[in-house]
């Protein structure tokens, strides 16, 4: 390491006596540098104001630039954290057969939690950690933003490393790589793409609760921080359509720009990683990132970088090289992690019955209508986006002409949260005299239907070309087409959709069951409603008794239900078999 240091500051000497040549890339750089630098500022000076009875939300367009950033810093901040979250724990439960017996069990329990299932713990907690500032009120609304992120990027990850290539495993046991050497040259470039595809969908499904995140009552009091979420809730709160659009546009240019200056630059770049040896193939291009290859420097500042990673990572011992030296030390760790997590689980399972036991029966009896009612609304919604997504998803998925023109768009517009929206749907079903109850599951739909429309996609870009070919031959037209090849080929990516558009269903319903618009309290009965109105009164009891009821349906339905479509795809629909 001191090796590695040395050589550092050496190659920065050297730099610095090299002459500068300051363009208009360079000036560009510079200026949103020192922009965000002085944002990031004011988001920090903002978290350590003293907290005063209620943070008053300025409904002014001036105050929507500052608003828009500080919700994009907390989206940012919390994919940060899922993503590493997702490294470790997805990495942990491939590796080790032991943790992946509990681990894989607790993630997909977590995974069916609702936000505000988090938010009670989350916000009390840390609230009374750091009384004398908003910190603790940042890290709740990072962390809730993170539970809606996190799940679908850990079993992304997870999944990817369980599906490497038997092949390829095979060169990598030739080779004799070691532990971290198989993680950075096989497995880490093979996850390469899902991570990416699914961090976007990770971003979206943050953005989706950003209200929720930014702007709640729990126990009659009302937490609300500066940001774009908490300006869209006061504005639908007070009527404003003036606001409202203006919270709108500015949610579009934050994803567009999220989309144009991250996520596209990064979506080409990891086009290198693709391993497919079927299907056509796509072009992706990213004129931000070719124009940074063409005029922006750091040429030599990213050679040197590269050099300096080279000969430091010689020196440094890496976690699996300390592993495999210390192998005794590594599973004391491990007991340790085991048993520290035992311990937590009891303590929360004491806490959770706790609560259960002062739930009268008369409750229970209440509620499981509600089950029913939620779970009728969660099926229209996913059935109603099947309706339309598969065949939207074939038409682009097979041509790649519509693929590189279209997908794009599908990609932005899912990105944008489905509740800024549920003002004008609301406006709409109020005027058409359509009841909540079935309005709801337009608003269930606004935001579930792009999970089936990308897996679709994908599955239709993944269906080979010699087969598509063979089809041809034998003059296999129309619908015949669709369930000899299209069909049974993207049926596995379809059930990963419905999976995933029923679990943001069943979180959806939590606001698309109860809603304020114009002043006015709309409800409809359902779980969602159950779970809402139970956080508004600060009925703890009643709130712990709706969350674990919906945990539990959630994971029956995936046990039982897609658990078992999962098996059906694997077993008579894997194009890898």
Same mark, same amino acid.
Request: with cysteine.
């Given at each position: 390491?001191?090796?590695?240091?040395?050589?550092?500051?050496?190659?920065?000497?050297?730099?610095?006596?090299?002459?500068?040549?300051?363009?208009?890339? @360079?000036?560009? #750089?510079?200026?949103?540098?020192? +922009? &965000?630098? =002085? %944002? $990031?500022?004011?988001?920090?000076?903002? /978290?350590? *104001?003293?907290?005063?009875?209620?943070?008053?939300?300025?409904?002014?367009?001036?105050?929507?630039?500052?608003?828009?950033?500080?919700?994009?810093?907390?989206?940012?901040?919390?994919?940060?954290?899922?993503?590493?979250?997702?490294?470790?724990?997805?990495?942990?439960?491939?590796?080790?057969?032991?943790?992946?017996?509990?681990?894989?069990?607790?993630?997909?329990?977590?995974? @069916?939690?609702? #936000?505000?299932?988090?938010?009670? +713990? &989350?916000? =009390? %907690? $840390?609230?009374?950690?750091?009384?004398? /500032?908003? *910190?603790?009120?940042?890290?709740?609304?990072?962390?809730?933003?993170?539970?809606?992120?996190?799940?679908?990027?850990?079993?992304?990850?997870?999944?990817?490393?369980?599906?490497?290539?038997?092949?390829?495993?095979?060169?990598?046991?030739?080779?004799?790589?070691?532990?971290?050497?198989?993680?950075?040259?096989?497995?880490?470039?093979?996850?390469?793409?899902?991570?990416?595809?699914?961090?976007?969908?990770?971003?979206?499904?943050?953005?989706?609760? =950003?209200?929720?995140?930014?702007?709640?009552?729990?126990?009659?009091?009302?937490?609300?921080?500066?940001?774009?979420?908490?300006?869209?809730?006061?504005?639908?709160?007070?009527?404003?359509?003036?606001?409202?659009?203006?919270?709108?546009?500015?949610?579009?240019?934050?994803?567009?720009?999220?989309?144009?200056?991250?996520?596209?630059?990064?979506?080409?770049?990891?086009?290198?990683?693709?391993?497919?040896?079927?299907?056509?193939?796509?072009?992706?291009?990213?004129?931000?990132?070719?124009?940074?290859?063409?005029?922006?420097?750091?040429?030599?500042?990213?050679?040197?970088?590269?050099?300096?990673?080279?000969?430091?990572?010689?020196?440094?011992?890496?976690?699996?090289?300390?592993?495999?030296?210390?192998?005794?030390?590594?599973?004391?760790?491990?007991?340790?992690?085991?048993?520290?997590?035992?311990?937590?689980?009891?303590?929360?399972?004491?806490?959770?019955?706790?609560?259960?036991?002062?739930?009268?029966?008369?409750?229970?009896?209440?509620?499981?209508?509600?089950?029913?009612?939620?779970?009728?609304?969660?099926?229209?919604?996913?059935?109603?986006?099947?309706?339309?997504?598969?065949?939207?998803?074939?038409?682009?998925?097979?041509?790649?002409?519509?693929?590189?023109?279209?997908?794009?768009?599908?990609?932005?517009?899912?990105?944008?949260?489905?509740?800024?929206?549920?003002?004008?749907?609301?406006?709409?079903?109020?005027?058409?005299?359509?009841?909540?109850?079935?309005?709801?599951?337009?608003?269930?739909?606004?935001?579930?239907?792009?999970?089936?429309?990308?897996?679709?996609?994908?599955?239709?870009?993944?269906?080979?070309?010699?087969?598509?070919?063979?089809?041809?031959?034998?003059?296999?037209?129309?619908?015949?087409?669709?369930?000899?090849?299209?069909?049974?080929?993207?049926?596995?990516?379809?059930?990963?959709?419905?999976?995933?558009?029923?679990?943001?269903?069943?979180?959806?319903?939590?606001?698309?069951?109860?809603?304020?618009?114009?002043?006015?309290?709309?409800?409809?009965?359902?779980?969602?409603?159950?779970?809402?109105?139970?956080?508004?009164?600060?009925?703890?009891?009643?709130?712990?008794?709706?969350?674990?009821?919906?945990?539990?349906?959630?994971?029956?339905?995936?046990?039982?239900?897609?658990?078992?479509?999962?098996?059906?795809?694997?077993?008579?629909?894997?194009?890898?078999?």
């Amino acid at each position: 390491m001191r090796e590695a240091l040395r050589h550092a500051w050496d190659s920065t000497r050297v730099l610095m006596r090299r002459p500068c040549r300051l363009d208009g890339a @360079s000036l560009l #750089i510079m200026v949103s540098l020192v +922009g &965000l630098l =002085l %944002g $990031l500022i004011e988001f920090a000076r903002e /978290s350590f *104001v003293i907290p005063r009875a209620g943070v008053v939300i300025d409904l002014s367009p001036w105050a929507l630039p500052k608003y828009t950033f500080f919700s994009l810093v907390r989206g940012l901040l919390a994919y940060g954290l899922s993503l590493g979250f997702t490294l470790v724990v997805g990495y942990w439960a491939a590796k080790d057969p032991r943790a992946e017996r509990v681990l894989i069990p607790a993630l997909d329990v977590l995974q @069916s939690i609702p #936000i505000l299932g988090f938010m009670p +713990g &989350l916000v =009390l %907690g $840390l609230t009374a950690l750091f009384p004398s /500032s908003r *910190v603790g009120l940042e890290l709740a609304a990072i962390l809730l933003i993170f539970t809606s992120q996190v799940w679908n990027l850990t079993f992304s990850w997870y999944h990817s490393l369980r599906s490497v290539p038997r092949d390829l495993v095979e060169v990598a046991d030739l080779y004799r790589l070691s532990g971290w050497q198989r993680l950075r040259w096989l497995e880490l470039p093979f996850a390469a793409m899902g991570l990416v595809w699914n961090s976007m969908m990770s971003m979206a499904g943050g953005w989706f609760f =950003l209200m929720a995140s930014e702007a709640f009552v729990l126990g009659g009091r009302d937490f609300r921080l500066p940001g774009l979420g908490a300006y869209m809730s006061e504005a639908v709160a007070w009527g404003d359509v003036r606001a409202m659009g203006l919270a709108v546009l500015a949610m579009v240019v934050m994803i567009v720009a999220l989309d144009q200056f991250l996520w596209r630059p990064v979506v080409v770049w990891a086009q290198k990683f693709r391993v497919e040896e079927t299907g056509a193939a796509v072009e992706v291009r990213s004129w931000f990132l070719e124009w940074l290859r063409r005029r922006a420097p750091g040429r030599r500042w990213r050679r040197w970088v590269r050099q300096w990673v080279r000969r430091g990572s010689g020196s440094i011992r890496w976690p699996s090289i300390w592993v495999h030296r210390h192998g005794r030390w590594a599973r004391r760790l491990t007991t340790g992690l085991w048993v520290g997590l035992g311990a937590g689980l009891v303590y929360g399972a004491w806490g959770l019955v706790g609560l259960l036991r002062q739930v009268p029966r008369a409750t229970w009896e209440a509620l499981l209508p509600s089950v029913g009612w939620t779970l009728g609304r969660v099926v229209l919604a996913t059935a109603a986006g099947t309706a339309w997504a598969l065949p939207a998803g074939l038409w682009i998925g097979l041509s790649p002409r519509r693929v590189r023109t279209l997908q794009p768009v599908v990609q932005v517009v899912a990105s944008f949260p489905a509740p800024m929206l549920f003002p004008a749907v609301l406006w709409g079903l109020t005027e058409l005299a359509i009841p909540l109850a079935w309005g709801s599951v337009v608003l269930q739909l606004l935001g579930t239907q792009w999970y089936i429309l990308f897996n679709v996609i994908a599955g239709a870009m993944s269906v080979p070309t010699d087969l598509r070919e063979t089809v041809d031959v034998y003059r296999v037209r129309g619908l015949r087409r669709f369930w000899v090849l299209y069909g049974p080929s993207v049926f596995p990516y379809l059930v990963t959709g419905w999976v995933a558009a029923a679990g943001g269903a069943w979180n959806a319903s939590i606001i698309a069951e109860y809603v304020i618009f114009r002043g006015q309290r709309l409800t409809t009965p359902g779980l969602g409603a159950w779970i809402s109105e139970a956080a508004e009164r600060g009925d703890f009891p009643a709130l712990t008794a709706g969350i674990v009821t919906m945990a539990a349906v959630v994971v029956a339905l995936n046990r039982l239900v897609w658990r078992r479509l999962y098996q059906v795809a694997e077993r008579h629909f894997s194009l890898q078999r």
